[in-house]
């Protein structure tokens, strides 16, 4: 089977140049307080005034770091750049170590909790902006948020990393990442998100404490967070790693799939990488019981409350394109690629908004376009879809 990657590749550069990057550098650079606005909505209405997010900061500097990495334009170094001084001057506490979860919309400290998942990735836009520039002031920044990760949230008798601390990294009572999140102690998700900074920090940082806690959180996957029975992720769990939920994110399963694979990857290890690639396999099986039939995958399952949320989100989509594409490079499966390629069509007739720029925030179960959820907010940033463009420029730009 023979596939047209040159064609692929100048479909994502036409829309990461054209659509998604122009978006951010021409409709949310705020002007006047600095960094960037906080939201559009749906319907593509600035709010200047709303709260500025440390994942939506931190998430544009990896975007735009690794757009200057890959394709070398003075106007992605700068962005990047506003980025990185944003969050190292406003987000970053120097006090007590840690990024604040949230600022007003003039950059002053609003919710300064230290949720594990933020310090995440700061490091990860942190440690790709050094990667693109070698600049020694991310690099160190990132290695800090490393330590306090390491000090304040690591579990050394149960294992793990906590969800979330006080500023001053004492306990506090909701430690969910959003609303619609169970108030566990421990998360998949966090995990996740901790195992991907972690793996792009040893790219540039080879730390022996890195490199083992790296290991581990890929060990934490195989042995704690995936249920080997169906092949899927949970979810939530308590301080002992028990789950008493039964939840089946799909996109989270296809994403995890390739970020698993890129960190055993990247770590180098022989053994750790010969037990991690059936599994990535498995895992990408599991994902795609959401695949319908017109390339997409839904979000997730409730499986206690026998409901489907049947919604096709933005970032599932892009999760979904790289995973597949994942296992064609690696694994030779020329049927993964076609699914990678299905969804990535799905995406140009359905999720990409030509007009306006950006993508949608999803496509409803009933084909309508979503318009309530934010065009770019605290949320909806430009890194899964611009992160799968680059994935894609990057995996197969040397190949025929």
Partial sequence: MKFDLNKLIAEATEVLTSNILPFWMEKMVDKEHGGFYGRITGEGELMPEAEKGAILNARILWTFSSAY???????????ATRAKRYLIDKFYDREFGGVYWSLNAQGEPLDTKKQIYALGFAIYGLSEYHRATGDEEALQVAISLFESIEAHSFDPVKNGYCEALSRSWEEIADMRLSAKDENERK???????????????????????LKKQLGNLI?????????TATGHLELFFDDDWRSKYHIISYGHDIEASWLLHEAALVLGDGSLLHSVEPMV?????AADEGLQPDGSIIYETHLDKHHTDADRHWWVQAESVVGHANLYQYFGD??????????????QQHLIDWEGGEWYWSIKADGTINRTDDKAGFWKCPYHNGRMCLELIERFSKKD
């Fill in 187 to 209: 998360t998949m998700n966090t995990h996740l998100h901790i195992l991907e900074p972690y793996a792009n920090l040893y790219r540039v940082w080879k730390d022996e404490r």
């Fill in 281 to 285: 396999e498995y895992i990408a099986a």
């Fill in 69 to 79: 990495r890959l394709l070398h334009r003075p106007e992605y170094l700068e962005t």
């Fill in 219 to 227: 060990a934490l996957f195989l042995d704690k967070i995936l249920n």
């Fill in 334 to 347: 020329e049927v993964m690629m076609q699914r990678a390629l299905h969804c990535w069509q799905y995406i």
